[in-house]
């Protein structure tokens, strides 16, 4: 959630500027690899949320002349309502513009934003403005996890700097425990939020407990220990081929080395620390944990009715809910509608939030989505159970 | 669900034998064809159900000897428990054993069976062979629906043989209409049922009407006149991919022909029935017509909960649910347990039953599933709407 | 070279024969398998050769009327001047037209050819004639490569019959010493030859020795024990990537089965023989293997100019001469002309004949030719030096 | 050739500088792109050539120390000899180390060769030394054809500046008549030379004509307009699977413009220059063209004997021939002997040089090789014939 007693000018430019300083540490070179396809060159951001603005803004305010008519091919990222665009497994290829004009492309849509916000402005454009600046903070995850994709994946293992510091998860966690019954879920009030959170409606909820704490790096190293990846009845069909096919035997990032586990975090490649929460694992490992401990992940709706109750935020908490519209969900007209709805199919919703969350973005109805075999964002889980 | 009235002897008789008959209009170059992966040829489905009943029941029998030892591989489906199994697109490579010796593979295990039958039998027998009928009777459609694909995609188009009936789908439909609530969904009773449609729970539905009929192939031409097919608002992201990279236009099997659709059926290369329901769509498709109507599918609950109240069986109805546990659910120990929990991820679930399936197998509770994009299966589509 | 003694028509008759000989052992079930893309199933062997005699002759002749007008696109190769045709990946999907259709096509063109045959006959029908017997005589060892494929494939390892003695490669050998100038390479005479023989030339050898005996089974193991497939400097840098991609560690249909080589033959599966010649090489295979042992593979024109010194005709003999037009080479008119000389490049060529190569097809000038990973045909190689 | 009156450390400087020269007009962004397989990103090529002196000069002399240990993997092209390298597909991943880093290395590399330079050096030595000088020549005409692929497929086209300028090729052009008989083929003399024309030896050839003159982009141009790409008569093979999977209906670069035909050259995108010779053809192109006129290739032997007899150079030109051994090749001992034997394998032959070839680095005996589906290296073709 933005905060509402700042501006809306002081928090467009506090917004724009927490992009530039996920850059700072990175080099010229760095900025157009897309090593990966799910990965985005660091320069595709920058751009591309700058091309919001201009696209559903700008674009549609009086005498506004665009910076370079082919950047709205070159950084629409999957807007069929705007026209063509370039092939994501392309990213990678865009060397020009430069990482110079790409930055004078943000100087020149920061300074028409500003003038267009000294200026009156539409209810509509403001909430279109909410819209790109929370836009604006999902890049900013994903920058943090396509640079630590990009970094952790080269034979040198650079250090782009440290995160925020992780909770302790290796104390004593409790069940917490959920009476049936009927429950609200979703958003419903006047700040911002997706259009996926809506509408607030009743689930009926049977009995259950959920632990308030997430699972650990010790917890998992014991899984692995234990032959947690080569027992198929543990994992779904196909997790047990996505593993089998990739070679997978541990979370992203991490590597046997010596005698014990070393990872690569954004500030190097280092030991495992133990205590904290278990990241980069996709929902089948998370899954094949839980089977393994004879326990379950919870339904997006169990957590959410529970999370007043315990620490989130650290994680994105993969949950066993697949994610499909709210009753009552409405699209959107107009490209905007395209921002979440037409992705309702074969991923799976995460909540909570992670380190690399921008700060005040997401909130307890927060909706996250991904397929179930990505894991290069900052993923976790926690356990839940049937009430016995 | 299977007729109590019969003995079990009876039932076992007459279930294997319709698997037969189902096979009487093929020739022996037939039974091996694998034109599409999801596609498994003839005389695999006439093994692998006879291989059901072998390792799960006559295998654990005192004295028993297999008919061949190797069948175990060639005859496995999926299940991981058992051991080695050969990959499913090779399927199409297994010209030996061939027809003949398959046969004599089914009439061995029949015979076995039989005595087996008459001699005493368990609790935990009973329910497997319950479950082995059931696994049998679910081939059989599987066998139609390749059978189609094998004829249905060879250019020239041989007939196999009238199917049964379809009802008539283009009379005016009404809407029926449900209120808000709590409602028990899933199975309780004594009659064979699947895991999956366990535990019986309490489901909030919000208000919301359902229609007593199913979208019919005039309807649907309509939709691709409209130029259903060429607006991506109307799609899933992954849809709109799916239908530009495999150039599709039109349902399965239909094809422009001189003027007007035709479509192939199981007795030959026809013109639409326009009356009939559309048949063999992908779960995208669906969705795509529905948003085209300003409508919806139902959910799995909204459907189950309706189902007294209009006629079902004609077509596999993809719903917007995504197939998953139901709380409460427990896989079962063993092999027997990989039967549907571990495909619990990515697919979507469909609710009726077709012109295919066998008498009595299907239910109000039962749940079927498939990938979304798969259509080679019975399938079609009724609408629903939240209630204004 | 086709026995000039007999009547075209005993000719043609026997041919013809042959071709179904070599398909008694076959069940129905095998006549349709292509378990990879080089392999054609066996019932396209059967139509194809038909076919290349009712486009070329019959189709030409008066009132002819053909047995199916499908089957020009059905059994068409590579003939692009003939009109479409089915894909080659396709051929194994063709379960109808039924064996027993094939059978009777095959006897339709027979009854059609010898009417033909007792009437006038023109010189070019009989140059036609000519060329789709050794047409045929091609695809009689073609197809019998293929069933030891789809055989030699297969867990079971159906037996087929056995195919020709091969002689003892493993007397001591002698090296052939041929001295340096012009000679003369090519076919020149009055009895058939294809086009890529022509035009007889003069070719400048240096001198150089050539082996008169093929290397054995026995001398190839002892290149795999001492780690041929191992050292990437015996390999072409395609080759070693072939056999890293394909995991290839020694000939096909070699399998290491309790501590010593046995491999799939026609009929079953056995120890190898030791001291006949190796079989199933690739180009890579032999080159490697001459390196090995600081020789080299001889060049199609040493090949040809030295092989009325030493015994020929066990194995396809693998040279260091790409497939290349000859001077003065003219390709024929019309689809005719698609035989040969589109295939000149990336292929290399082959001396010799093989013992599944029918009876008087093969002669010194003959020129087969392969692409250099292909080893499903009756490969073997000589070896060769520069004089010393 | 390398001109011999210089000194040999003041020819070290120029070959080096000359590299560096190629790379002034680019900006780093451009350092790293690998838009397709057969492209190196500039900073490879870079890092590469001064590798090569460090590997097989530098780091066998005495007291030597690595400029960075890792770049031995990062830097081998394909020198298994040496040990594991960077799969070539990856080389557009190196975003470490970066383009001032590798300039760093240069001048490492550098300041070592000149101290060695200045002591005494081997036979051995210099021999490798002016191998190392040649092998970065030709990267210099790598890094052009790589810039202009890497610019030349960009929707903004950047222009890198002008070329060498090209011969006019649309005069009269004539038929020099080559008589038969023994010719000398290869290389002999005491200048620097490639393995590959080695030795010295005699080719027997018959009567020929080949023209002085290169085909022009006019002649090129007609070809087209008479539908050169739809004839398949006119074309391998795989030349016409080649140009229908990948859509090839122009050389590489042009495109048609508003009713004429523009290329990409590396100053621009502008109208073609029909007078000079057509560039960035395949070989299957070549080919097709020339069967077009009905007229074919020279064979590179045909090529050598009359190229004292017309200007080349402009273009490297297709011959016929595949790339295979001459009698009596001996590839060198070590890892130096990895430089062009083991590409022996479906290869063509191009023969000449071109615009972008560096000066003094070709010669009359020179074999250049490539895969006859290659374009974009700058090659062309030149007509023979028979002698009538």
Redesign the interface.
């Known amino acids: 959630m933005l905060r509402t007693e700042q501006s809306t000018q002081q928090l467009f430019i506090e917004v724009r500027q927490r992009t530039q300083e996920i850059c700072v540490p990175l080099?010229?070179?760095?900025?157009?690899?897309q090593?990966s396809l799910e990965v985005s060159p660091p320069k595709w951001h920058l751009a591309h949320t700058s091309w919001f603005f201009e696209e559903f803004i700008l674009a549609r305010s009086a005498g506004y002349k665009r910076f370079d008519d082919?950047f709205a091919?070159?950084f629409n990222s999957?807007y069929?309502?705007i026209g063509d665009r370039i092939p994501r497994p392309d990213r990678?290829?865009m060397?020009?513009?430069?990482?110079e004009e790409i930055y004078a492309y943000r100087a020149y849509v920061d300074r028409h934003m500003s003038n267009l916000l000294e200026d009156e402005f539409t209810e509509e454009m403001k909430s279109l403005l909410h819209l790109g600046l929370n836009h604006e903070q999902q890049h900013q995850e994903l920058l943090l996890a396509d640079i630590k994709y990009?970094y952790g994946?080269?034979?040198?293992y650079?250090s782009y700097g440290k995160l925020n510091h992780s909770m302790d998860s290796s104390a004593n966690k409790n069940w917490l425990s959920i009476r049936e019954g009927?429950y609200d879920i979703g958003y419903e009030g006047n700040s911002f939020s997706y259009d996926n959170e809506h509408n607030k409606?009743?689930?009926?909820l049977?009995s259950?407990e959920i632990s308030d704490g997430l699972v650990s790096n010790a917890e998992y190293a014991e899984f692995i220990q234990n032959g947690g990846y080569e027992d198929?009845?543990l994992?779904?069909?196909?997790?047990?081929d996505w593993i089998k096919e990739n070679n997978v035997k541990s979370p992203m990032y991490w590597h046997w080395n010596d005698r014990s586990w070393w990872s690569y975090e954004l500030d190097g490649f280092k030991p495992i620390n133990l205590q904290t929460a278990v990241m980069h694992i996709s929902?089948?490992e998370a899954v094949a944990y839980a089977n393994w401990k004879g326990l379950r992940l919870p339904t997006e709706f169990e957590w959410e009715v529970a999370a007043d109750q315990f620490d989130w935020g650290d994680r994105w908490e993969w949950t066993?809910?697949?994610y499909?519209?709210y009753?009552?969900y409405r699209k959107s007209a107009g490209a905007i509608?395209?921002y979440n709805g037409?992705?309702?199919?074969?991923q799976?919703v995460l909540r909570g939030g992670s380190v690399a969350t921008s700060r005040g973005h997401s909130r307890m109805t927060y909706r996250n989505f991904f397929h179930?075999h990505l894991r290069w964002q900052f993923t976790g889980l926690r356990l839940a159970r049937?009430k016995k």
């Open positions: 080099k010229v070179e760095d900025y157009g690899m090593p082919d091919y070159l999957y069929d309502g990678g290829l060397y020009r513009p430069t990482v990009i994946n080269q034979p040198l650079p009927v409606h009743k689930v009926y049977q259950y198929f009845n994992w779904h069909a196909e997790g047990w929902f089948y066993n809910s697949a499909l519209p009753p009552g509608g395209e037409k992705f309702m199919v074969n799976m179930p049937d």
